[in-house]
């Protein structure tokens, strides 16, 4: 989800607006998804260097934040979408974490579409949260080091229970990953599309599909 400010900035509008144009953008690739068949979507919304930016546009994303979970949870439970959200909640604070928490509950029955936010994640802090909780667990005795396998520590990152990403798409002409889920990308393909999120939509999706499909994956392995 790259582009909101330049988006704005383009335009001579507000970087507020280049956001609330970005949740815009979000709506019409959900429901892309949903036409599509795809039962898995992560959105990276706010990773953990966000929090560096000016302080009123961190203010103005928090804020939005808010607003669309309040208005747009009842909308996705009633659509079947399942919401989670990975990352460090704890840092937008003790309102924020209840609205998480509160649409988290309320669509958590859904089975159409399985939707999970990034909010202030980052790929390193995730796998050294992870890290520090096998360390702990053998000092406690509830670990033999020799039983750590890559499935034991992978049930210790945010996607715990979620499928690896196949195809991750990147917006805005960049071709980083810029630390979104490194552990989990290890086999995923890549799809780099010159296009400001907030312009995002069925039509660029279903190009970054169509792509996908033209890959041959072999996960480390040679054919014939």
């Not at 560096?52 to 009633?78: D, F, H, Q, S, W």
């Not at 309102?95 to 399985?114: S, W, Y």
């Not at 799809?191 to 994956?217: C, H, K, M, N, S």
Request: with cysteine.
């Amino acid at each position: 989800m790259d582009g909101n400010r330049r988006w704005a900035e383009a335009r001579g509008l507000p970087i507020p607006l280049g956001h609330k144009a970005g949740a815009e953008a979000v709506r019409r690739t959900i429901e892309a998804c949903i036409q599509e068949g795809i039962g898995w979507l992560t959105l990276f919304a706010f990773s953990s260097e966000n929090w560096l930016r000016p302080i009123e546009e961190v203010r103005a994303l928090t804020g939005l934040l808010r607003l669309y979970l309040r208005a747009e949870v009842a909308t996705l439970a009633k659509e079947g979408i399942r919401l989670r959200v990975i990352g460090d909640r704890a840092r937008f604070g003790r309102e924020t974490m209840h609205e998480i928490e509160r649409a988290e509950a309320q669509t958590a029955q859904g089975t159409r579409l399985n939707l999970t936010v990034a909010l202030s994640y980052g790929g390193r802090g995730e796998i050294v949260a992870a890290a520090r909780a096998v360390a702990e667990a053998v000092r406690d005795g509830r670990l033999d080091p020799a039983s750590l396998d890559e499935a034991s520590f992978g049930g210790r990152l945010f996607t715990a229970g979620m499928p690896d990403p196949d195809l991750i798409i990147r917006t805005s002409g960049e071709q980083r990953l810029s630390n979104f889920l490194l552990w989990q990308a290890a086999y995923a393909e890549f799809v780099f599309q010159d296009v400001l999120w907030p312009d995002y939509g069925a039509d660029f999706l279903g190009q970054a599909i169509r792509e996908f499909g033209r890959r041959e994956r072999r996960y480390g392995a040679r054919t014939g």
